[in-house]
């Protein structure tokens, strides 16, 4: 079974902090991906990257960076936090092609997600 | 990505089948349907996607009608653990959730 794992369940900050949510992934997939979930938002995609190094802008990127150094790692950074960033963060993984409209035929794979609350 | 439309609730009997409708009459064809569900608290769980035909896994059956503007996710015998949010997203890569299906199984 695919594994994804974020490194904390729980998060409490307050404005201005940096924070770094860590994501790590045991099958070898290529692509990662953050998401934030919000009621009455739903589900919505802040970065993606489909190799080490590689990174591609997603829905709401503003206020968010990234960081693949390796494979199984993805990391999504909050440089001066806001209280507007209190969400649901989700991390997900694919196996991929290199081209992205192969992506399409490749199921993520979710972590258990990080409920981040900023103060 | 094409909008889908799902129902907002519905019961099911443990045990029995649980048909979960979608319909995405806007689908472009290079996008998937992908099935996820959550259960509160946890990370979406992949449940099973496709293109035009019919898939079938462990966890489920999907349907999809031969025009590709609707289709119907079956879980074959319910339990309670089946109780989540389902969602019906069609799409080349992103995932967007919109409400979902609430899906109560009841002993």
Known sequence: DVKVTQSSRYLVKRTGEKVFLECVQDMDHENMFWYR?????GLRLIYFSYDVKMKEKGDIPEG???????KERFSLILESTSTNQTSMYLCASSFSALEQVSLSNQPQHFGDGTRLSIL | DAKTTQPPSMDCAEGRAANLPCNHSTISGNEYVYWYRQIHSQGPQYIIHGLKNNETNEMASLIITEDRKSSTLILPHATLRDTAVYYCIVTTYKLSFGAGTTVTVRA
């Not at chain 1, 979930?37 to 938002?41: A, C, K, M, N, V």
């Not at chain 1, 968010?64 to 390796?70: L, P, Q």
Request: charged share 35%; proline share 8%; no cysteine.
């Open chain 1, 64 to 70: 968010y960076s990234v960081s693949r150094e390796k």
């Open chain 1, 37 to 41: 979930q919000d009621p009455g938002l």
